[in-house]
């Protein structure tokens, strides 16, 4: 009788250790320091493509200028990139706006989270 409760109680404590073990290797977001270089550079594109989607969502007349400032980091199985971008108006005036846009590389999956402009 004591050790059948000596093996359960052994059990348990190998069940614990593993499940801290499993929890905490997993679901470990990558450190930005760690996360690769990219490959191309994605600043012109995203930028194009937050100007395109805020125009054609807000109905304005938005021509893409320019991006500087990119920034991106790993953000729920895809990379979050922070920009300011700029943008002329239909009468040629330009702004800068800052532009948030999440996606995931290689893939059709993107989305234009923030565009606001900076005053």
């Given at each position: 009788?004591?050790?059948?409760?000596?093996?359960a109680a052994l059990i348990?404590?190998?069940?614990?250790?593993?499940?801290?073990?499993?929890?905490?290797?997993?679901?470990?977001?990558?450190?930005?320091?760690?996360?690769?270089?990219?490959?191309?550079?994605?600043?012109?594109?995203?930028?194009?493509?937050?100007?395109?989607?805020?125009?054609?969502?807000?109905?304005?007349?938005?021509?893409?200028?320019?991006?500087?400032?990119?920034?991106?980091?790993?953000?729920?199985?895809?990379?979050?990139?922070?920009?300011?971008?700029?943008?002329?108006?239909?009468?040629?005036?330009?702004?800068?706006?800052?532009?948030?846009?999440?996606?995931?590389?290689?893939?059709?999956?993107?989305m234009l989270l923030e565009?606001?402009?900076?005053?």
């Amino acid at each position: 009788m004591k050790s059948s409760s000596l093996a359960a109680a052994l059990i348990v404590v190998v069940a614990a250790v593993v499940v801290v073990a499993v929890s905490a290797s997993e679901f470990k977001q990558t450190p930005v320091a760690d996360m690769p270089a990219d490959p191309r550079p994605r600043g012109p594109l995203l930028g194009r493509f937050a100007v395109l989607v805020y125009s054609l969502n807000r109905n304005r007349e938005l021509t893409y200028a320019g991006v500087s400032l990119v920034d991106q980091s790993p953000d729920k199985g895809g990379v979050r990139y922070r920009m300011v971008v700029t943008a002329a108006d239909a009468g040629g005036a330009a702004a800068s706006y800052r532009a948030v846009v999440w996606g995931v590389p290689e893939t059709h999956a993107w989305m234009l989270l923030e565009f606001n402009r900076i005053n």
